[in-house]
């Protein structure tokens, strides 16, 4: 596609309901980064994938997140349990190689709601 | 570990006056430093980048920043701001070129421009 693409733009969930957030990447994008940014602050790291390998999981902040990349293409990142503080904007992005001077190219972004 | 702090969370200038844009880092490593601005309802886009070389680095959109190691600072610049500059910037610091490494934002700049 022309840019990533993210889905749903919004979501409300209840309290305890499970959620999944889905992002499509460039194609051909070898790398795949998701980032949390709560309201009035900047993204903050989640996960990397390389391909289809998890090779970064230092910033998921508890284990009712979870994410998968299963054939290295689409990404899914799936919050169980939700929590008023899971509200936020989840941001996913990519990289042709994924190295760190490389620009990233954002999606727009799901913003979820916890009530 | 990396951290960035933005000086201001919001800056409000006259159109055709200076934007300035301040952002400090820290960081172990010889960093590589970015800006991003984020539009409502968009995906953050990748204004400029340092890498390495030249420490005056020319953007999109007549934005330039100057990286300067002995006061850790990357700051973003414009001469003359326009209407369509309304948005949030963010600055971002990575240590490495390694594949996956993250980006650490500062928590964003909202730019207003008054007529």
Known sequence: GAGVSQ??????AKR????????DPISGHVSLFWYQQALGQGPEFLTYFQNEAQLDKSGLPSDRFFAERPE?????LKIQRTQQEDSAVYLCASSRQGGGNEK???????????? | AQSV???GSHVSVSEG???????????????YLFWYVQYPNQGLQLLLKY???????????????????SETSFHLTKPSAHMSDAAEYFCAVSASRAAGNKLTFGGGTRVLVKP
């Open chain 1, 7 to 12: 889905s749903p733009r919004y979501k409300v």
């Open chain 1, 72 to 76: 290295g293409s689409v990404s899914t």
């Open chain 2, 17 to 31: 006056a200076l934007v300035l844009l301040r952002c400090n880092y820290s960081s172990s490593v010889p960093p």
């Open chain 2, 51 to 69: 890498t390495t070389g030249a420490t005056l680095v020319k953007g999109i959109n007549g934005f330039e920043a100057e990286f300067k190691k």
């Open chain 2, 5 to 7: 702090t933005q000086l």
């Open chain 1, 16 to 23: 305890g309901q499970d959620v999944a957030l889905r992002c």
């Open chain 1, 104 to 115: 990233l190219f954002f999606g727009s972004g799901t913003q979820l709601s916890v009530l």
